[in-house]
């Protein structure tokens, strides 16, 4: 069935660090791929997004490019900030009625 | 634009009872989805109502039910609460069937 595997945490780094996050994901056809932050106490909020293969999804300062090759989905932002931590994460979707959502890379960026 | 909203945000049962969630989509969207988010995991889908009609569903138990209402807010019910019932309760709103929003959650805690 449809799954995503994303690299588990916790990750800690220091201010203006680069970031990845690794994800990777098994489907069947051609899902829609997502990468949404969780703020404590909140829900989730969509990140970027990307719909075919070869797509860049792009939003302050992160970004994801759909690898249908690898299957993969890696979060990436090159130098991040103290408010950047959060828990993120990687989902699909293949349908559009549903995601599936893997469990979450907590982030901590320290001054 | 008022996001979704859900209520209550915190609830507290006891195994055995019965509860009952609500969902507020964003005005003009007629989709709902609800999904549960156990500490620590991603969110899971528990199903989707458009236009007030079932349009999927997860892998719950027949006790997790819903309704979508003309005016499209939703409810989630679960009857007979487990220990493992705990969860953030999400519901997501869309115009048709893509490009969800994410509410809040609904903090269950069942003791």
């Known amino acids: 069935g449809d799954s995503v595997t994303q690299m588990e945490g916790p990750v800690t780094l220091s201010e203006e660090a680069f970031l990845t996050i690794n994800c990777t994901y098994t489907?069947?056809?051609?899902?829609?791929l997502f990468w949404y932050v969780q703020y404590p106490g909140e829900g989730l909020q969509l990140l970027l997004k990307?719909?075919?293969?070869?797509d860049k999804g792009s939003n302050k300062g992160f970004e994801a490019t759909y690898r249908k090759e690898t299957t993969s989905f890696h979060l990436e932002k090159g130098s991040v900030q103290v408010s950047d931590s959060a828990v993120y994460f990687c989902?699909?979707?293949?349908?559009?009625?549903?995601?599936?959502f893997g469990t979450g890379t907590s982030l901590t960026v320290i001054p | 634009e008022t996001g979704v909203t859900q209520s209550p945000t915190h609830l507290i049962k006891t195994r055995g009872q019965h509860v009952t969630l609500r969902c507020s989509p964003i005005?003009?969207?007629?989709?709902v989805s609800w999904y549960q988010q156990a500490l620590g995991q991603g969110p899971q889908f528990i199903f989707q109502?458009?236009?007030?009609?079932?349009?999927g569903r997860g892998n719950f138990p027949p006790r997790f039910s819903g309704l979508q209402f003309p005016n499209y807010s939703s409810e989630l019910n679960v009857n007979a609460l487990e220990l493992d019932d705990s969860a953030l309760y999400l519901c997501?709103?869309?115009?048709?069937?893509?490009?969800?929003?994410f509410g809040s959650g609904t903090r269950l805690t069942v003791v």
């Open positions: 997501a709103s869309s115009f048709e069937t893509y490009g969800y929003t």
């Open positions: 489907a069947t056809g051609y899902p829609s």
């Open positions: 990307a719909t075919k293969a070869d």
């Open positions: 989902a699909l979707s293949p349908t559009g009625n549903q995601f599936y």
């Open positions: 005005s003009g969207h007629k989709s």
């Open positions: 109502y458009y236009r007030e009609e079932e349009n």
